[in-house]
């Protein structure tokens, strides 16, 4: 991650807390799982198999998805009429909605 010359600092920042945390979450998952595979408890382990699946699969898709179609959200909500902050609150609301 190389840093662009006109990048604030607290933009750096965010990246490598980001990165931080991305580490964090993979290495604890994954000692969690192996403590759970080397516990000798079938159902214990097929639990923790299916959680670290999950964990590891929403963080890595939904990551990828924020990434690639951020831009295209924001110019959306950006381009709706309404006061900034009603459309801040409402916006994840229509999307968390099935």
Same mark, same amino acid.
């Given at each position: 991650?190389?840093?662009?010359?006109?990048?604030? #600092?607290?933009?750096?920042?965010?990246?490598?807390?980001?990165? +931080?945390? &991305?580490?964090?979450?993979? *290495?604890?998952?994954? @000692? %969690?799982?192996?403590?759970?595979? #080397?516990?000798?408890?079938?159902?214990?382990?097929?639990?923790? +198999?299916? &959680?670290?699946?999950?964990? *590891?699969?929403?963080? @890595? %898709?939904?990551?990828?998805?924020?990434?690639?179609?951020?831009?295209?959200?924001?110019?959306?909500?950006?381009?709706?009429?309404?006061?900034?902050?009603?459309?801040? @609150?409402?916006?994840?609301?229509?999307?968390?909605?099935?």
């Amino acid at each position: 991650m190389e840093r662009a010359p006109n990048q604030p #600092l607290f933009l750096r920042i965010a990246q490598v807390l980001i990165v +931080c945390l &991305g580490v964090w979450m993979i *290495l604890a998952t994954s @000692v %969690l799982l192996v403590l759970a595979l #080397l516990s000798g408890k079938p159902v214990f382990g097929a639990v923790i +198999c299916m &959680g670290s699946g999950l964990v *590891l699969l929403w963080n @890595v %898709l939904g990551g990828i998805l924020m990434y690639r179609g951020r831009d295209r959200v924001r110019q959306f909500v950006g381009s709706l009429p309404g006061w900034w902050p009603v459309k801040l @609150v409402f916006s994840p609301a229509v999307v968390g909605v099935p």
